[in-house]
T-cell receptor
């Protein structure tokens, strides 16, 4: 089984930078996903990490440290539309299916 | 490219009634997933299909939930009888082959309220 821990809620200011952390415990790591989910909508894929390091995609970056069981999602130049829930999902060895955390609700204010 | 389609978008039923949800995955996607997302929580996998075969249904409450994908394309998820705790959003997702690095594409979900 897996334990995935994320903060429940975060707030940030438009134009700022925010880092959303995710820690996990798993018996065999096989990849970590970040998804964005706006209220009332389906999750949409943001990033996938399987090796240590930083993956950058425009305003969004995702970092992974397998030895620490830790990942973060970094959002730069925040926009109001970034207000959403951010889901961390971890895949265990031998499975193709990720287990999702509870999600972090990000509120961006002017 | 059309996305994952689901219907209905919303459903309100009374406890002990039956309900069915329908999903049409992205064309050509072999793998289909049904998730349950309770308010304030992340999605929880109920069942995974590869073509028309079940790969994983370990978290499906089989006494009341059933799912099928008879022709390897569309899928239906049924709850019979429904309980109050089944109130949730039911998400369908698909991926091309279900491989190691594949992204899942989610549908808009069916929001179920059991009274």
């Amino acid at each position: 089984g897996q334990n995935i821990d994320q903060p429940t809620e975060m707030t940030a200011t438009e134009g700022a930078i925010v880092q959303i952390n995710c820690t996990y415990q798993t018996s065999g790591f096989n990849g970590l996903f970040w998804y964005q989910q706006h209220a009332g909508e389906a999750p949409t894929f943001l990033s996938y990490n399987v090796l240590d390091g930083l993956e950058e995609k425009g305003r969004f970056s995702s970092f992974l440290s397998r030895s620490k069981g830790y990942s973060y999602l970094l959002l730069k130049e925040l926009q109001m539309k970034d207000s959403a829930s951010y889901l961390c999902a971890v895949r265990e060895g031998g499975s193709y299916i990720p287990t999702f955390g509870r999600g972090t609700s990000l509120i961006v204010h002017p | 490219e059309a996305g994952v389609a689901q219907s209905p978008r919303y459903k309100i039923i009374e406890k002990r009634q039956s309900v069915a949800f329908w999903c049409n995955p992205i064309s050509g996607h072999a793998t289909l997933y049904w998730y349950q997302q309770i308010l304030g929580q992340g999605p929880k996998l109920l069942i995974q299909f590869q073509n028309n075969g079940v790969v994983d249904d370990s978290q499906l409450p089989k006494d009341r939930f059933s799912a099928e994908r008879l022709k390897g394309v569309d899928s239906t998820l049924k709850i019979q009888p429904a309980k109050l705790e089944d109130s949730a959003v039911y998400l369908c997702a698909s991926s091309p082959k279900g491989g190691n690095q594949e992204t899942q594409y989610f549908g808009p979900g069916t929001r179920l309220l059991v009274l």
